[in-house]
């Protein structure tokens, strides 16, 4: 996260603090309702058919959110991956391959290797291909063409639309939105006066809400009688090196790191590092998608200085060569672990049926 982003997501998250900031704010204000109402309008034309969407042959679900910032949909999609396949069905993902190079369709993988570096199709096609083998895997600013594609030709019997809550120009049977326990509406107003994509009546569109880094217990007043999931991120048991060496997470406990993270919560991952038993003796944030070049790198070396390790995310591992540090740098995954499985399940398995 760079310094302006995160003065902006303080400014409006924590209120403004100083008359220049009162100011600031009351000239953001109108720019959130126009932004709004563009966003309202948008979606008054394509339910009234003005604007057109493609209707896949197959079951589309969408994972999403209201908010800008990590609410984990990259491990929402790998959990529903995972989910289809292991009930027999052919699952294919369509990205917008966000910072990389795709302008039509591309193919990140057909359901083998990954073909495409994430300079390309983006860090997070890269990661969720390499995760699942089998999954068919498509980058696609424009994700009708994708949905298009994967169907015909690759034969997907379920689509999934990663970040496509609003990308309207694809019809789907399951709309997930996923929204932060820990500030599930932020300041309740719009970009750039708040942190929402659109006005909060725009959860009347979804089919199932997703509270994700839930304590188990949060009670959500906008569910306008959408049903709720709660679920909390967590590690998976393993570290991987860049080299793909595996070691228990914990066995990093009596050693010192460095964390390093280019999304959109680095905090959050610090904190959970810590919580997981961790010892870090530094960490360095970057910007969202973060690109790791020479100058990056050694900078992150000399701040390892004497240090045992460097970690990160696995959405930053996919960036970096297995050479990359002269320290070892282990990437560790997140999964979602549900409080009501039986709730997501249900809506996943009418699809499927």
Request: hydrophobic letters at 45%; aromatic letters at 8%; one cysteine or more.
């Amino acid at each position: 996260m760079n310094r302006v982003t995160a003065w902006h997501r303080r400014l409006v998250l924590e209120g403004p603090k100083s008359p220049g900031q009162w100011l600031l704010q009351s000239l953001l204000l109108p720019l959130g309702w126009l932004y709004g109402i563009i966003a309202s309008v948008r979606v008054w034309l394509y339910r009234r058919e003005v604007l057109s969407s493609y209707r896949a042959g197959v079951p589309v679900v969408s994972v999403g959110n209201l908010s800008v910032g990590g609410t984990g949909k990259t491990p929402m999609t790998d959990h529903l991956i995972r989910y289809f396949q292991n009930r027999g069905r052919k699952v294919a993902v369509v990205s917008r391959g966000y910072r990389g190079r795709v302008r039509d369709v591309a193919v990140v993988s057909a359901g083998d290797d990954p073909l495409l570096s994430p300079e390309i199709c983006g860090d997070e096609p890269l990661l969720l291909a390499r995760r699942n083998p089998g999954a068919v895997v498509l980058a696609a600013p424009r994700r009708s063409a994708g949905v298009r594609l994967a169907v015909e030709r690759f034969g997907a019997q379920i689509v999934i639309l990663d970040d496509g809550f609003q990308h309207l120009a694809v019809q789907r049977d399951l709309d997930i939105v996923l929204l932060d326990a820990r500030c599930p509406m932020g300041n309740h107003r719009v970009l750039p006066a708040g942190l929402l994509r659109e006005f909060p009546s725009a959860l009347e569109r979804g089919d199932l809400l997703v509270l994700t880094r839930s304590q188990g217990d949060e009670k959500f007043l906008f569910r306008h009688g959408k049903p709720l999931v709660r679920c909390r991120h967590a590690f998976d048991a393993l570290a991987i090196s860049l080299r793909g060496e595996s070691i228990p997470l914990i066995h990093l406990a009596d050693k010192k790191g460095v964390a390093f993270a280019g999304i959109a919560d680095p905090e959050g991952f610090f904190a959970s590092l810590t919580s997981a038993g961790l010892s870090l003796v530094n960490t360095v944030s970057f910007p969202d998608h973060a690109a790791y070049n020479e100058e990056t790198l050694y900078h992150l070396e000399k701040v390892a200085g004497e240090a045992d390790f460097l970690v990160t995310t696995e959405k930053d591992g996919v960036k970096l060569a297995s050479d990359a540090f002269s320290l070892p740098c282990y990437q560790v995954s997140l999964k979602l672990d549900f409080f009501e499985p039986a709730d997501l399940e249900r809506a996943l398995d009418s699809l499927i049926e």
